[in-house]
């Protein structure tokens, strides 16, 4: 038995490449492994007669668990192959004298009887590595809608294998599906597109977290199917999953409002979403108004342009008139409203939001002016 583990230990540094790549220290067990293989045969053959038992794999138990965690079940599989040709090739000198057919037959049989049992051992260890990964999914997406974002989310993320950037975080309403095939998909989606996908159903909500995509609408396209019925909302990309929960407060904020815009697109950016949310009581939204349309106009002409603009319904010469300039001053003016704040007054949607921009900057304005004087 020991010349025949050393044969096989041989065989496997010629032909296997990812046995060379192994620590000497692994290939020292995977080497007692095959040995005690070799044993465990010699011991079942001895015994086997018309109705042998099932050949037991309790000889893999020689390996630390930190190996069997990274050698496959295809490597697995590699080792038992080479162990065979050992065997094989020495049938003659190891079996009696006319019983060289019996033992092939009894190595066939053997081999045959280990790689189901090792197949069946890696699947159920494959099904509580599903479970485990499925139970630390939850975690993430639920710390990242929580905001709860610190070193265990990181170290869950790592135990995922995440590394992907930027990040993204789409969220809608859930399929009538089960939600647990509705995850599988969409995490098998993402291993074929090679983008990192987590997901999560909470109640009625469906949140997928995107990493790794050339861009937002990159991102969406790849799983907006995905989703049930209604509006789909795509939270800010931002540069890791540390940042995502910002991404995700959007999003969820962004489908929260978005029945107060019916004939948005599907999806729909949480940015488009600003005006919605601010009505909502969504805090980012204001102070995101406020800072992309008030302040860059505060002290300026063109916050008096854009109020009567507005206050005389987008009417180019009645605000010419109440300003007392030329509508060609206005024009110019709604002109570099628009390269200030990206918003154009003269767009229906854009107007809007500019209003909602506008008075809340008022608003705040006038909170800090009352906390001065008290």
Do not use: C
Request: avoid cysteine.
């Amino acid at each position: 038995m020991g010349s025949l583990g050393t044969a096989a230990m041989a065989r496997m540094e010629d032909q296997l490449p990812w046995f060379r790549a192994l620590s000497a220290e692994d290939r020292s067990w995977v080497g007692l492994v095959a040995q005690a293989g070799i044993a465990a045969f010699v011991e079942w053959f001895s015994i086997a007669g018309e109705d042998p038992p099932t050949p037991s794999i309790e000889f893999f138990g020689t390996a630390p668990r930190e190996l069997k965690r990274s050698i496959s079940l295809q490597q697995t599989v590699d080792i038992v192959r080479i162990v065979v040709e050992v065997v094989e090739a020495q049938a003659h000198e190891l079996a009696a004298p006319g019983g060289e057919d019996q033992l092939q037959q009894a190595m066939l049989r053997y081999t045959r009887d280990v790689a189901f049992a090792a197949a069946h051992v890696y699947a159920r260890e494959a099904e509580a590595r599903g479970s485990w990964d499925a139970r630390l999914e939850a975690l993430i997406v639920d710390a990242l809608v929580r905001g709860e974002v610190d070193d265990g989310l990181h170290s869950w993320a790592a135990a995922l294998g995440w590394t992907s950037s930027p990040v993204v975080v789409i969220a809608g309403h859930a399929p009538d599906d089960d939600p647990r095939a509705v995850i599988d998909g969409l995490r098998e989606k993402g291993r074929r597109i090679g983008m990192d996908l987590l997901a999560g159903v909470q109640a009625d909500r469906l949140i997928v977290i995107v990493g790794g995509a050339e861009s937002v609408n990159d991102a969406a396209k790849q799983v907006v199917h995905r989703f049930g019925m209604g509006p789909i909302v795509i939270g800010p990309e931002v540069p890791d999953l540390h940042a995502a929960a910002r991404s995700a407060r959007a999003a969820l904020a962004g489908l929260k409002a978005s029945s107060g815009w019916p004939d948005a697109p599907r999806p729909v950016h949480a940015e488009d979403l600003l005006a919605e949310r601010a009505l909502d009581g969504d805090d980012d939204a204001r102070q995101q108004l406020i800072e992309n349309v008030y302040l860059p106009l505060a002290g300026t002409p063109l916050l008096d342009t854009l109020a009567t603009y507005l206050e005389q319904g987008t009417s180019l010469e009645a605000t010419a008139r109440l300003l007392f300039v030329h509508p060609n001053t206005v024009r110019y003016r709604l002109k570099k409203i628009t390269e200030l704040t990206g918003y154009q007054p003269t767009e229906g949607r854009s107007a809007f939001t500019l209003q909602v921009g506008l008075i809340l900057g008022r608003l705040a304005e006038s909170a800090e002016m009352w906390r001065a004087l008290t």
